[in-house]
C-alpha cells in the first residue's frame, strides 16, 4: 500500500518490480485487495493500472476498528 500512497497509478510490473515480488504474486495480491475494496483498477490501453481507493481503505480501516473493539 505504500507504493499508493501518493496517489501514484501502477501496472502489475511495476508493483511487483517495486516489491520486488513476482508478477504472479502481485496480480494475486492485487486481486485480493481489489475484492477487499481497497484498491480500484482502470484498463488504458491493455495495461491495467491501479491506484488505492481512499474510501474502501477509509470502510476497511473503520471495519477493522469496530471488530478491535468487540475482540480484544
Known amino acids: 500500500m505504500l507504493l499508493f500512497a501518493s496517489g501514484a497509478e501502477l501496472s ?3 508493483i511487483a518490480e517495486r516489491a520486488g515480488i513476482g508478477q ?3 496480480s494475486h495480491q492485487l486481486q485480493l485487495l ?8 482502470r484498463r488504458d490501453g491493455k495495461v491495467v493500472l491501479y491506484r488505492a481507493d481512499r474510501d474502501g481503505m477509509s470502510q476497511a480501516l473503520g471495519d477493522l476498528q469496530d471488530y478491535l473493539k468487540v475482540c480484544c
Open 12 to 14: 502489475v510490473g511495476e
Open 24 to 26: 504472479s504474486t502481485a
Open 34 to 41: 481489489r475484492r477487499g475494496g481497497i484498491v480500484t483498477p
